[in-house]
């Protein structure tokens, strides 16, 4: 069974430039979420949908980050324009409903903004 | 607010030797708990879990009990192996339902040979 695809796995970009993250959630999975990880404040939900519908978006860091989830089987996360300090990996996680409340995570995508 | 704090690392261990990582969590209620681990260039997976107070989750030799006395949730494993150098996550989920994850800031291991 394939699990959560993410692309791309790496992006290096110049700051001011728009980013597209990109998420496959594992197909029946209601639920998807997008986490930050850096090595100052470790992983933080940014956003997470339920049913293509995003529930708390309270984490997103401010009006430069927007994410979507136009149909179950894909989910943005979108950030213009990029700056430095956006340089993390970026993680899309998906869990089913009624399930014990594990996260399926993807591989991340490293990003870089120069 | 819910939070997870646990230990900071880096923690170099030799092959064999014995590991703790504690973990500690702030919450209302009766929240699950889970151990994830990463390894280099993965995302997280899962490595155990605990439901309700003085259950033990355990796996690949791992293992952590849910001590609700001390709101705590030390991962421990007898003897470590090289393969299990890692970044190792505690996190805690409030409610019940597919509320998101908190985790803690992840304890980084090194196993030498």
């Known amino acids: 069974d394939a699990g959560v695809i993410q692309s791309p796995r790496h992006e290096v970009t110049e700051m001011g430039q728009e980013v597209t993250l990109r998420c496959k959630p594992i197909s029946g999975h209601d639920y998807l979420f997008w986490y930050r990880q850096t090595m100052m404040r470790g992983l933080e939900l940014l956003i997470y949908f339920n049913n293509n519908v995003p529930i708390d978006d309270s984490g997103m860091p401010e009006d430069r980050f927007s994410a979507k989830m136009p149909n179950a089987s894909f989910s943005t996360l979108k950030i213009q324009p990029s700056e430095p300090r956006d340089s993390a990996v970026y993680f899309c996680?998906?869990?089913?409903?009624?399930?014990?409340?594990?996260?399926?995570f993807g591989e991340g995508s490293r990003l870089t903004v120069l | 607010g819910n939070s997870v704090t646990q230990m900071e690392g880096p923690v170099t261990l030799s092959e064999e030797a014995f590991l703790t990582i504690n973990c500690t969590y702030t919450?209302?209620?009766?929240?699950?708990l889970f151990w994830y681990v990463q390894y280099p260039g993965e995302g997280l997976q899962l490595l155990l879990k605990?439901?309700?107070?003085?259950d033990k989750g355990s796996n690949k030799g791992f293992e952590a009990t849910y001590r609700k006395e001390t709101t705590s949730f030390h991962l421990e494993k007898g003897s470590v192996q090289v393969s299990d150098s890692a970044v190792y996550f505690c996190a805690l989920k409030k409610d019940s339902g597919n509320t998101p994850l908190v985790f803690g800031k992840g304890t980084r291991l090194s196993v030498i040979a």
């Open positions: 996680a998906s869990s089913p409903s009624g399930g014990t409340g594990e996260l399926f």
């Open positions: 919450a209302t209620g009766y929240p699950s």
């Open positions: 605990a439901t309700k107070a003085d």
